[in-house]
């Protein structure tokens, strides 16, 4: 491994004394230095083959000046608070959150009882809301009128509050929050986070938020024909865009959703009723188990994403919504596709685009065919009609070369999870090494790659036959063990499509065991 820096380079190798040791095929960890710099580093792993080509960029990471603040605590009883779960302690937890963020942060603890609010309870930044533990701490939200006789329930046109809103660098640990209040902002779950700079959770970036050992009851839903997919609403909502963000063992009854995240971690988590959302980069699922729900896990690795010792139990087995992808990463968004007229070590110029500056941002460009043909880099920026990469090229593209450019999942992993009575894995459209490892599924539906080539319209809104052009280059299925189920790669090529490339290239599948198929009618095995 190598951390490449602005001042410096380290190079560690596979030795014990480093902290540096390989946990399984896809997971390299290493221990810092003490004494490494404060600053940004490029992270580079290298596959012990090939030389200075053997070595790939693994991600980045940031170091920052290790900090030393004492931590003060701030007893909401000490404000006022009565935890007997009739009076509205909304006050007095407001009150011990003023008094913590004053003194420059700290933890508002909650002991034994039961805290019902009828407002949604804001977190500003640096505070923590912690409880004794989540069989003894229960934050309460009422003053919204459930039907008469029956559990709180919502619809999608009739959505309550959010009992918590989670602002960045905060914290809920070790307690319960149930019910639902009728003041406030929020709407979408049980708990939400929300930009320090907006009123409402619809814009903006949340980051550093750990939500730990707690648990989330979320409320059933009404059935409409608009909440098919999940039995509970959403426990928790991460918005829009967020960064490190740690959901770490804690009970849930609904979904948990991080729309846009980049270094977070979901661990060690109980899902009931729900799933899980994410669009991810650099970001770990790990010994997740989720039982009890008719959806999927819907995780996008947009790149050097970790989904790994996941268990799936009872979910739809063969659902209408859904095709039984109870792993489903989904693409098909729409693209820009061309041939280059320049390009340098680190760009691609299109003079014929006119595209809005930074659109591109975190997007993957892959060359389709032509000079170059198989490479892809991720996209740093663009202007008018340049794309920077992270990367250079090894072969140049030239005039005879095609590119697409768009939303891509990319170089991420998933080994070792466990699928029981449920659908399998689906890659659906534009994943680009992705690997399949160790999966163990049993009275499962099938797994799934599949490629497009399919007429609509372009990134620019025009109506052609280039608009949507979705590979499955790359990706690998590696000693899987598939019980009552299939494997297969589609390619859904139109024929009076003009020729992009290939949309399944290089993907192969080794030394995996499928032991009693499920067969359709008339289905074959060739």
Same mark, same amino acid.
């Given at each position: 491994?190598?951390?490449?820096?602005?001042?410096?380079?380290?190079?560690?190798?596979?030795?014990?004394?480093?902290?540096?040791?390989?946990?399984?095929?896809?997971?390299?960890?290493?221990?810092?230095?003490?004494?490494?710099?404060?600053?940004?580093?490029?992270?580079?792993?290298?596959?012990?083959?090939?030389?200075?080509?053997?070595?790939?960029?693994?991600?980045?990471?940031?170091?920052?000046?290790?900090?030393?603040?004492?931590?003060?605590?701030?007893?909401?009883?000490?404000?006022?608070?009565?935890?007997?779960?009739?009076?509205?302690?909304?006050?007095?937890?407001?009150?011990?959150?003023?008094?913590?963020?004053?003194?420059?942060?700290?933890?508002?603890?909650?002991?034994?009882?039961?805290?019902?609010?009828?407002?949604?309870?804001? $977190?500003?930044?640096?505070?923590?809301?912690?409880?004794?533990?989540?069989?003894?701490?229960?934050?309460?939200?009422?003053?919204?009128?459930?039907?008469?006789? !029956?559990?709180?329930?919502?619809?999608?046109?009739?959505?309550?509050?959010?009992?918590?809103?989670?602002?960045?660098?905060?914290?809920?640990?070790?307690?319960? $929050?149930?019910?639902?209040?009728?003041?406030?902002?929020?709407?979408? @779950?049980?708990?939400?986070?929300?930009?320090?700079?907006?009123?409402?959770?619809?814009?903006?970036?949340?980051?550093?938020?750990?939500?730990?050992?707690?648990?989330?009851?979320?409320?059933?839903?009404?059935?409409?024909?608009?909440?098919?997919?999940?039995?509970?609403?959403?426990?928790?909502?991460?918005?829009?865009?967020?960064?490190?963000?740690?959901?770490? #063992?804690? @009970?849930?009854?609904?979904?948990?959703?991080?729309?846009?995240?980049?270094?977070?971690?979901?661990?060690?988590?109980?899902?009931?009723?729900?799933?899980?959302?994410?669009?991810?980069?650099?970001?770990?699922?790990?010994?997740?188990?989720?039982?009890?729900?008719?959806?999927?896990?819907?995780?996008?690795?947009?790149?050097?994403?970790?989904?790994?010792?996941?268990?799936?139990?009872?979910?739809?087995?063969?659902?209408? /919504? #859904?095709?039984?992808?109870?792993?489903?990463?989904?693409?098909?968004?729409?693209?820009?596709?061309?041939?280059?007229?320049?390009?340098?070590?680190?760009? +691609?110029?299109? @003079?014929?685009?006119?595209?809005?500056?930074?659109?591109?941002?975190?997007?993957?460009?892959?060359?389709?065919?032509?000079?170059?043909?198989?490479?892809?880099?991720?996209?740093?920026? #663009?202007?008018?009609?340049?794309?920077?990469?992270?990367?250079?090229?090894?072969?140049?593209?030239? @005039?005879?070369?095609?590119?697409?450019?768009?939303?891509?999942?990319?170089? !991420?992993?998933?080994?070792?999870?466990?699928?029981?009575?449920?659908?399998? +894995?689906?890659?659906?459209?534009?994943?680009?090494?992705?690997?399949?490892?160790?999966?163990?599924?049993?009275?499962?539906?099938?797994?799934?790659?599949?490629?497009?080539?399919?007429?609509?319209?372009?990134?620019?809104?025009?109506?052609?036959?280039?608009?949507?052009?979705?590979?499955?280059?790359?990706?690998?299925?590696?000693?899987?063990?598939?019980?009552?189920?299939?494997?297969?790669?589609?390619?859904?090529?139109?024929?009076? /499509?003009?020729?992009?490339?290939?949309?399944?290239?290089? /993907?192969?599948?080794?030394? #995996?065991?499928?032991?009693?198929?499920?067969?359709?009618?008339?289905?074959?095995?060739?």
């Amino acid at each position: 491994m190598a951390l490449r820096g602005a001042q410096e380079t380290l190079v560690f190798p596979p030795r014990q004394d480093y902290g540096l040791w390989e946990s399984d095929s896809h997971l390299v960890q290493l221990k810092l230095p003490t004494d490494l710099k404060p600053g940004d580093y490029h992270v580079y792993i290298h596959n012990s083959l090939g030389g200075e080509l053997g070595w790939r960029k693994a991600g980045r990471v940031r170091v920052a000046p290790k900090q030393e603040k004492p931590v003060r605590v701030f007893d909401v009883r000490a404000h006022g608070g009565k935890g007997d779960g009739v009076a509205n302690d909304l006050a007095a937890i407001k009150a011990a959150m003023s008094a913590a963020q004053a003194a420059g942060g700290g933890v508002v603890f909650f002991p034994p009882g039961t805290y019902a609010v009828d407002e949604s309870v804001r $977190v500003p930044s640096g505070v923590t809301l912690r409880g004794a533990s989540r069989e003894n701490t229960v934050i309460k939200g009422f003053g919204y009128d459930p039907a008469q006789g !029956s559990r709180p329930w919502y619809s999608p046109d009739n959505k309550p509050s959010s009992v918590i809103l989670l602002g960045s660098n905060t914290g809920l640990e070790s307690l319960t $929050v149930s019910g639902c209040v009728s003041k406030g902002a929020g709407g979408e @779950a049980l708990v939400e986070t929300v930009p320090d700079e907006v009123v409402v959770p619809a814009g903006g970036e949340v980051h550093d938020v750990t939500v730990e050992g707690c648990q989330l009851r979320g409320q059933e839903v009404h059935p409409t024909h608009r909440t098919v997919l999940y039995r509970f609403g959403q426990a928790l909502v991460v918005g829009q865009t967020s960064r490190r963000i740690r959901v770490l #063992n804690n @009970a849930t009854e609904g979904s948990i959703v991080l729309r846009v995240t980049t270094r977070s971690e979901i661990v060690n988590n109980r899902i009931h009723g729900g799933g899980v959302a994410a669009a991810a980069y650099e970001t770990i699922m790990d010994r997740n188990i989720l039982t009890d729900a008719p959806s999927r896990i819907l995780f996008y690795p947009r790149r050097h994403s970790y989904v790994r010792f996941n268990e799936m139990h009872g979910f739809s087995r063969f659902s209408w /919504n #859904n095709a039984s992808e109870s792993y489903l990463v989904h693409g098909g968004s729409v693209k820009t596709v061309g041939s280059p007229t320049g390009a340098s070590a680190n760009t +691609l110029v299109d @003079a014929k685009q006119a595209w809005k500056p930074g659109h591109y941002k975190d997007a993957t460009v892959v060359i389709t065919s032509g000079r170059g043909f198989g490479q892809y880099r991720w996209v740093l920026g #663009n202007t008018e009609n340049t794309l920077t990469l992270e990367q250079p090229w090894r072969v140049m593209p030239d @005039a005879t070369s095609e590119y697409v450019v768009g939303m891509f999942h990319t170089d !991420s992993a998933f080994y070792g999870n466990l699928n029981e009575g449920c659908g399998t +894995l689906h890659l659906w459209l534009d994943c680009i090494g992705i690997v399949v490892e160790r999966h163990r599924a049993s009275l499962s539906g099938g797994t799934d790659v599949w490629g497009r080539d399919v007429t609509s319209v372009n990134e620019q809104g025009v109506a052609d036959k280039l608009g949507y052009f979705h590979p499955a280059w790359y990706n690998m299925f590696l000693n899987n063990w598939l019980d009552g189920s299939f494997m297969r790669m589609v390619s859904g090529d139109r024929a009076d /499509n003009a020729y992009l490339g290939p949309v399944l290239f290089a /993907n192969y599948a080794v030394a #995996n065991t499928i032991r009693q198929p499920h067969m359709r009618k008339h289905a074959f095995v060739n």
